[in-house]
């Protein structure tokens, strides 16, 4: 006999899983409460990182069914929803989405739905790091200087230097220069290697 299961997911504590249960509900799957997983995690967390998740996978059987109101309740994006819902079909579990028409994920539809979704995902990341590289381009021919701010100014540095060479010790210098010992111990490498 098949087993119907239902992933809802919220994102916060105030949020409830309800209204995903009801909708459920209401396009005709007929669930168990005792089948209904509901858990609060961030949709940034990868689908095999939620607990949740992890325990209703352990449940799950060759022949089951798991229904979720929208791709987003599977994964933090495109790629890791289509890895899960492939997994999820290895084992022998069909995956409906009640946002897709309450498409069957794992049918020869639903397949062609995830590879479109996918490749969409695949070319908007890759546009984003177009922009991206484009972006960091411009701002640095604009001399814009990237990473943290330098501890030490260069006579600071120079100063460092030279109090290392007289023997003065590092927390001495780092105290008179107002920074940290660490600092004073990048100074006296770079110096060893220059």
Same mark, same amino acid.
């Given at each position: 006999?098949?087993?119907?299961?239902?992933?809802?997911?919220?994102?916060?504590?105030?949020?409830?899983?309800?209204?995903?249960?009801?909708?459920?509900?209401?396009?005709?799957?007929?669930?168990?409460?005792?089948?209904?997983?509901?858990?609060?995690?961030?949709?940034?967390?990868?689908?095999?990182?939620?607990?949740?998740?992890?325990?209703?996978?352990?449940?799950?059987?060759?022949?089951?069914?798991?229904?979720?109101?929208?791709?987003?309740?599977?994964?933090?994006?495109?790629?890791?929803?289509?890895?899960?819902?492939?997994?999820?079909?290895?084992?022998?579990?069909?995956?409906?989405?009640?946002?897709?028409?309450?498409?069957?994920?794992?049918?020869?539809?639903?397949?062609?739905?995830?590879?479109?979704?996918? @490749?969409?995902?695949? !070319?908007? &990341?890759?546009?984003? *790091?177009?922009? /991206?590289?484009?972006?960091? #381009? =411009? %701002?640095?021919? @604009?001399?814009?200087? !990237?990473? &943290?701010?330098?501890? *030490?100014?260069? /006579?600071?540095?120079?100063? #460092? =230097? %030279?109090?290392? @060479?007289?023997?003065?010790?590092?927390?001495?210098?780092?105290?008179?220069?107002?920074?940290?010992?660490?600092?004073?111990?990048?100074?006296?490498?770079?110096?060893?290697?220059?």
């Amino acid at each position: 006999m098949t087993r119907v299961f239902a992933y809802c997911r919220v994102s916060t504590a105030e949020q409830t899983t309800e209204n995903q249960e009801r909708e459920i509900r209401a396009a005709g799957f007929n669930i168990e409460s005792r089948r209904v997983v509901a858990e609060v995690v961030s949709g940034s967390i990868a689908a095999d990182q939620r607990k949740g998740f992890a325990k209703l996978r352990d449940r799950l059987e060759s022949g089951d069914v798991l229904v979720v109101t929208k791709l987003d309740r599977l994964g933090r994006n495109a790629m890791d929803v289509r890895a899960t819902v492939e997994e999820l079909q290895a084992a022998g579990v069909r995956v409906h989405c009640l946002a897709l028409g309450g498409a069957d994920l794992t049918s020869a539809a639903g397949k062609m739905t995830m590879a479109v979704l996918s @490749a969409v995902a695949e !070319f908007e &990341r890759d546009l984003l *790091l177009e922009r /991206t590289a484009a972006g960091l #381009a =411009r %701002a640095k021919d @604009a001399g814009k200087v !990237f990473g &943290r701010p330098r501890a *030490l100014s260069d /006579t600071d540095e120079e100063r #460092a =230097r %030279a109090w290392l @060479a007289e023997g003065h010790s590092i927390a001495s210098i780092a105290r008179d220069l107002n920074t940290s010992r660490q600092t004073i111990m990048r100074v006296r490498t770079r110096g060893e290697h220059s």
